[in-house]
């Protein structure tokens, strides 16, 4: 079985990320850049099954500029088998991200496709779904267990409440929540082998994939500041400031 | 332009999501119909047909669409989309697994999580764990919105719509819904709470957690949340997760106990009208945003609260 996980480069989880003071957007010159969280899980997931003897190959793809190589050695470092990159600077939006993997999945052919449930600059929440309805095949969104046995993936997600188990038939698409697994560090000797793996770089333009943006950005602003009040010096003080709050 | 709003339910009861997202429609289009697809949607449609403001709702019924199962509600909603202009979802989990189904199906963009509706084509969002909120223009001939219902009052509840039953989609072929373990509590929704107590990785078990954060929460009559390295360290359940990556909350009171105030947290609760927070170190971010302090140890300063509180008469 061969396991397909797009992985997204995005500014550092730890970083908090500063508007540009001309409201075009946000600040990313000389701010570190890791792999998505929740693409990390992904990646995490497609390895643990190829060491479960279930996946035969894990193939992780990003799209990105250059620098994403880095994202793509990390995801080898991690134990992916190789790696493709489609490059360009273009920022994309989920719809034309799906649709750019949707050509990559017609080249590759996997059984699976695992993958983030979002990532943490967009926030979006979207290209899963949207990749699954573009392909026809079934998905399993914010998947918390994976067991893949006879053709199917048995899914626990995260739904509102509590949790749900699905049965989907592969090829499926799978997006990971954070409770899937933790995703391990790579080792120095892996980080090393991962450099000789192979990685493919395409141009986004050679795959003929329209991927002309749909919304126009008017403006990135700062969110309202939320100014810090008092400290109090005992539990009754809260209580008591509460009252006057007209909160009790 | 006719905008089409999915109801938010568990089968048994209409959630107050639903009349939040009715107000953010009702700032696109007078025209606003309310899609109830479910089961129980006799019910639930007689309870939505009261939304002020709505004008039609729709009621489609199935054992696929009351499992919630993202192909059946997505499909169900293209075919209804040809009367609409926009379409607006609950961006609950339910709702951010089938929205993209119909953007994508449609081919359009999906905007998500809107917290402000600027006019028929420009919303806002938050981004980067809302540290930053972006203002977007549609240029697509449908809209497809998630709409987070905190940053929305509830539609009141003097309306009388009439309702229509609509054909739900047939079977799904490559989804089968096993099994679903829905946690029941007598707790308040943590989305919905007027006060919600969260409590963080300093209680350091989910024995603690549950002896430490649970009495207050029900003493106030509150949600109990958690942070995301409470819920990671097992203290809590995944859907106690208070930040970007768990639940968005903006309750009247949020009392934050033994929670640093991470970045991602703080994105999912800083909108809260009054913040309390106990902490025993001072310079925990928490207290950045805190409109009440207390630098303490939970260990004492809970007991403390709690008989403040009963003191106090609450």
Redesign the interface.
């Given at each position: 079985m061969k396991v397909l996980v797009p992985v997204k480069r995005v500014?550092d989880?730890?970083v908090?990320?500063?508007?540009k003071a001309d409201q075009t957007g946000?600040d990313l010159a000389n701010v570190k850049m890791s792999m998505n969280p929740?693409c990390e899980i992904a990646v995490e997931e497609a390895v643990r099954l190829k060491e479960k003897g279930v996946a035969t190959e894990v193939v992780a793809v990003s799209i990105g500029p250059a620098q994403a190589q880095e994202t793509l050695r990390t995801s080898l470092a991690m134990g992916a088998d190789r790696a493709i990159l489609i490059q360009t600077d273009q920022d994309l939006?989920?719809?034309a991200v799906?649709k750019v993997l949707r050509a990559i999945i017609a080249e590759e052919n996997p059984d699976l496709v695992l993958m983030g449930k979002?990532a943490?600059?967009?926030?979006?929440?979207?290209?899963?779904?949207?990749?699954?309805?573009?392909l026809d095949?079934?998905?399993?969104?914010?998947a918390?267990e994976l067991t893949i046995e006879g053709g199917k993936a048995?899914v626990t997600r995260?739904?509102?409440?509590?949790?749900?188990?699905?049965?989907?038939?592969l090829p499926?698409v799978v997006t990971a929540?954070?409770?899937l697994n933790e995703p391990r560090y790579a080792s120095l000797p892996n980080i090393m082998k991962a450099k000789k793996k192979p990685l493919d770089v395409k141009e986004l333009a050679s795959l003929g994939v329209d991927t002309a943006?749909?919304?126009?950005?008017?403006?990135?602003?700062?969110?309202a500041k939320?100014s810090?009040?008092?400290?109090?010096?005992?539990?009754?003080?809260?209580?008591?400031?509460?009252?006057t709050?007209g909160?009790? | 332009m006719a905008v089409l709003v999915i109801a938010d339910h568990d089968n048994a009861t209409l959630k107050d999501n639903t009349h939040k997202v009715v107000t953010a429609a009702l700032a696109i289009s007078g025209d606003v119909d309310v899609l109830v697809a479910g089961t129980n949607t006799a019910a639930l449609g007689a309870d939505a047909a009261k939304i002020s403001g709505v004008r039609k709702v729709l009621t489609a019924e199935s054992a696929e669409l009351g499992q919630g199962i993202a192909e059946a509600v997505g499909d169900l909603v293209v075919g209804l989309m040809g009367g609409y202009d926009a379409v607006l979802i609950p961006a609950t989990s339910q709702g951010k697994s089938f929205s993209p189904r119909i953007a994508a199906k449609l081919d359009v963009a999906q905007i998500s999580e809107v917290i402000e509706v600027v006019s028929a084509d420009t919303f806002v969002r938050p981004i980067y764990a809302g540290n930053a909120l972006e203002t977007v223009q549609s240029a697509d001939a449908k809209k497809v919105l998630t709409v987070r219902p905190t940053a929305f009052k509830a539609a009141a509840t003097d309306g009388s719509a009439k309702v229509e039953a609509a054909a739900a989609p047939g079977a799904q072929a490559k989804v089968h819904f096993i099994d679903q373990q829905i946690v029941k509590s007598a707790r308040p929704d943590l989305g919905a709470a007027k006060i919600v107590v969260s409590g963080g990785r300093a209680m350091g078990s989910a024995e603690e957690f549950q002896k430490v954060i649970e009495p207050l929460a029900d003493k106030l009559g509150a949600a109990v949340g958690a942070s995301r390295a409470a819920v990671d360290a097992g203290y809590a359940p995944n859907d106690y997760q208070v930040g970007q990556t768990g639940k968005v909350v903006a309750p009247e009171l949020y009392i934050a106990i033994g929670i640093s105030g991470a970045i991602q947290h703080l994105a999912g609760m800083k909108d809260s009208k009054i913040i309390v927070a106990i902490n025993k170190d001072g310079d925990a971010p928490i207290f950045q945003v805190a409109d009440f302090g207390l630098v303490a140890d939970y260990k004492t300063a809970v007991p403390e609260l709690m008989s403040s509180l009963t003191a106090a008469g609450v």
């Open positions: 500014i989880y730890n908090k990320a500063r508007v946000v929740f939006e989920p719809l799906a979002q943490i600059d967009g926030d979006n929440n979207a290209t899963g779904q949207m990749l699954s309805t573009l095949w079934p998905q399993a969104t914010f918390s048995k995260e739904v509102d409440g509590g949790l749900q188990t699905l049965e989907v038939n499926a929540d954070l409770r943006p749909r919304l126009k950005v008017i403006k990135v602003t700062e969110p939320r810090a009040g008092i400290k109090v010096e005992a539990a009754a003080d809260i209580v008591s400031n509460l009252k709050s909160v009790f | -």
